[in-house]
């Protein structure tokens, strides 16, 4: 299971390293051909953006701002294929909608204010087969937090404000069939006051 961990893991720092290697520092003008979106506002056209691409990214907008912020799990089906695999950033993956339902959900059991507000940065492949999105997971550790070995961690009334990205692959159907999170763990833990 570590060993697997470990190379999933491997994967997604090489595919993460692989992407940055060809990105150049991001500029004003760049900023205008791939504007950023926010819950709440239109979302954002780029010139000169294939079509295709803009609605994958409109669709992942809506994912993040409203199907995730607002538990809206019915509706995970319009962005997720049926049988899709998801990446977490401790490694291990989750295969179908029900499983990666279940990851999610736990957020909300000691965070009842988990969001995601905005994705300053939001582009993608030409032939829409790939997406990048990058936002914030924001919210307030208020609720104890039962972790799977039975430890329960007292909430501490901390927020947290953390940075997270995600490359999608969409099928031919228009719904992502793998899906890659990265997030900082320990980062998260100590925000919320419980790592070191």
Avoid at 23 to 52: F, H
Avoid at 72 to 95: C, F, M, N, R
Avoid at 131 to 153: E, R
């Amino acid at each position: 299971m570590l060993q697997s961990h470990t190379l999933a893991r491997a994967v997604g720092i090489g595919l993460t390293s692989a992407c940055l290697l060809f990105v150049k520092p991001l500029t004003a003008a760049d900023q205008e051909r791939w504007p950023g979106s926010k819950v709440g506002e239109p979302t954002p056209k780029a010139e000169g953006m294939p079509p295709e691409l803009a609605k994958r990214l409109a669709n992942f907008d809506d994912l993040d701002f409203h199907v995730y912020t607002g538990q809206q799990w019915e509706d995970l089906h319009k962005s997720h294929a049926k049988d899709i695999v998801v990446h977490y950033p401790d490694g291990h993956t989750t295969k179908g909608i029900p499983d990666h339902i279940k990851e999610l959900e736990f957020l909300w059991t000691f965070a009842p204010d988990n969001r995601i507000t905005e994705h300053p940065v939001r582009f993608g492949t030409a032939d829409a087969e790939w997406t990048a999105v990058m936002g914030s997971l924001d919210g307030t550790f208020t609720k104890p937090m039962a972790l799977a070995n039975g430890t329960v961690i007292p909430p501490t009334h901390k927020t947290y404000h953390l940075p997270m990205a995600t490359l999608g692959h969409w099928n031919k159907e228009g719904t992502m069939d793998e899906e890659y999170l990265f997030w900082d763990n320990a980062a998260f833990m100590t925000q919320i006051g419980v790592g070191k």
